[in-house]
């Protein structure tokens, strides 16, 4: 179980918010998932962003048709996000398919 402070808040969340915050801008995804090892806030939200790396780069690499990969970019964006500001909020957001392919992830 969590560790609690005083008022009722994981003090994993509240430790490691911005680290998994950042995850979601871009290549920096690698950075709560090796500084930040031992927690499982920063791992969860560090995992979905690793996923959404990976899709981006996909993207960028086997689209050629300029309007489907603009969509799918600005989808990744939107998802990033969203991450992002759950993330900063200390929310364990599981995003649909995104989350599913990231809990496939051993790290």
């Known amino acids: 179980m969590a560790e609690k402070n005083p008022m009722g808040v994981d003090k994993d969340v509240e430790e490691n918010k911005v680290i ?17 090892k031992d927690s499982k806030f920063a791992k969860f939200h560090g995992k979905q962003a690793l996923v959404l790396f990976i899709i981006d780069i996909i993207v960028a690499f086997l689209f050629w048709i300029p309007v489907i990969d603009w969509i799918l970019w600005l989808l ?31 790290l």
């Open 20 to 36: 998994a915050a950042i995850g979601y801008l871009w290549i920096l995804c690698f950075i709560p998932l090796f500084l930040k």
């Open 76 to 106: 990744v964006v939107i998802a990033s996000v969203v991450g992002l500001l759950q993330a900063l909020s200390g929310k364990w957001y599981k995003m649909p398919v995104i989350g599913q392919l990231a809990d496939k992830i051993n």
